[in-house]
């Protein structure tokens, strides 16, 4: 039985920082690349972040490229967001999701978790 959960999301003003974390269970989970993505109201789900299984290599969507940053730490079985300089259309539910082995920048993930909230106003 697979779980990923999200947590750290909130209400920040514009230009805010906010970091928010999922932890996974049922998994073994250094062999799955991680992935952070979000939806707002009225919109698709869009890619956010991914990191690889051993966090070599990271990536970004042009949108959040300088202000978030995806990390992850196998031993404790959690992948992380920090998101800086927060602005309105950065609001969401954020959702972590796991892939077997390889990372992508689009939605083929495995599992998903249930998303946070993160809403960016003033």
């Known amino acids: 039985q697979v779980q990923l959960v999200e947590s750290g999301g909130g209400l920040v003003q514009p230009g805010g920082s906010l970091r928010v974390s999922c932890g996974a269970s049922g998994v073994t989970f250094s062999n799955y690349a991680m992935g952070w993505f979000r939806q707002a109201p009225g919109k698709d789900r869009e890619f956010v972040a991914a990191?690889?299984?051993?966090?070599?290599?990271?990536y970004y969507a042009d949108s959040v490229k300088g202000r978030f940053t995806i990390s992850r730490d196998n031993a404790k079985n959690m992948v992380d967001l920090q998101l800086n300089s927060l602005k309105p259309e950065d609001t969401g539910v954020y959702y972590c999701?796991?892939?077997?082995?390889?990372?992508?920048?689009?939605?083929?993930?495995?599992?998903w978790g249930q998303g946070t909230q993160v809403t960016v106003s003033s």
């Open positions: 999701a796991a892939r077997f082995l390889t990372v992508v920048t689009a939605t083929q993930y495995d599992y």
């Open positions: 990191i690889s299984r051993k966090g070599g290599g990271t």
